[in-house]
């Protein structure tokens, strides 16, 4: 995984995240200018209003309005920023996929691990409860319910096929986390008690990392996961290997019909 990163900012594996990239390389060449902007203005100013023979420094400053310029145009080219590029992007990234367009995942984090639940081939997730939560059913599955008997539960490997939106309801155990996929361009905190969705679409295929940018503890370095992107035909050959076999139904007896003798 170390040829993702390097000195800029990590591969890109997003559908969406060129715009995001777009927007961060924008929002850091104008901090660029600002800053080699005021720096040349405070060295002119140190220049012209040192300390010298035959000036005297006075109470009352210079009148002249350059600097009242200058902010009004930073305020106005924000302004633009906010509303032309980060608030329609901000939109995109949050604006879930139809869920019938979707896979929908469960991630369920805790101290030190992220637990991810799978609704299985049926598609429909089954019922969990708190109290069922242990280290073996780390999400408190409800086996009983028949829309659980298929469902996968697997730790800190996040299978999913390329091309395809995936939503990920993100919750948490224990404390607050936070969910980092760096080539995917997502992050967003996990806190507890809340279900919260977020969702990317892969492009590419490979292994990359499932990362917790919230210090979540004292082993918090361990809770590092993996995000398998693969081909669609690859990702159900998985789905199907690491789901639950259902039993098939018994099949019903019908109960012979009484034969009825003539009498002679």
């Known amino acids: 995984m170390q040829k993702y990163y390097g000195w800029g900012l990590p591969y890109n594996a997003s559908a969406y995240g060129a715009d995001v990239d777009r927007l961060i390389y924008l929002l850091h060449g104008f901090m660029i200018l600002l800053f080699v902007g005021w720096l040349i203005f405070l060295v002119v100013a140190l220049f012209k209003f040192r300390s010298r023979p035959g000036h005297q420094a006075t109470y009352k400053p210079d009148h002249f309005k350059a600097p009242t310029y200058i902010e009004v145009g930073v305020a106005l080219f924000e302004a633009f920023l906010l ?14 996929p139809p869920k019938g367009e979707a896979l ?13 639940h799978y609704p299985g081939p049926d598609g429909v997730f089954g019922k969990t409860d708190i109290q069922l939560m242990v280290p073996a059913n780390p999400v408190g ?16 490997q996040l299978h999913v096929p390329v091309n ?9 155990k224990d404390v607050i986390h936070s969910f980092f996929l760096p080539v995917m361009r997502v992050k967003q905190d996990v806190i507890p008690g809340q279900n919260v969705p977020v969702w990317f679409q892969a492009k590419d295929t490979g292994n990359f990392e499932i990362a917790c940018a919230q210090l979540c503890g004292l ?6 996961g993996f995000l398998i992107v693969e081909q669609p035909e690859q990702f159900a050959a998985w789905q199907a290997k690491y789901a639950p076999k259902v039993p098939a139904p018994a099949p019903v007896q019908t109960p012979a019909s009484p034969v009825t003798v003539a009498k002679e």
């Open 83 to 96: 509303i032309g590029f980060s608030f329609p992007i901000a939109k995109h990234v949050r604006t879930l």
């Open 164 to 172: 395809k939106p995936v939503i990920v309801h993100l919750s948490s």
């Open 104 to 116: 929908e995942v469960r991630v369920v984090a805790e101290q030190f691990a992220w637990n991810i």
């Open 141 to 156: 599955l409800d086996r009983n319910d028949p829309a659980a008997k298929d469902d996968i539960t697997v730790i800190n």
């Open 219 to 224: 082993g918090h370095y361990r809770m590092r």
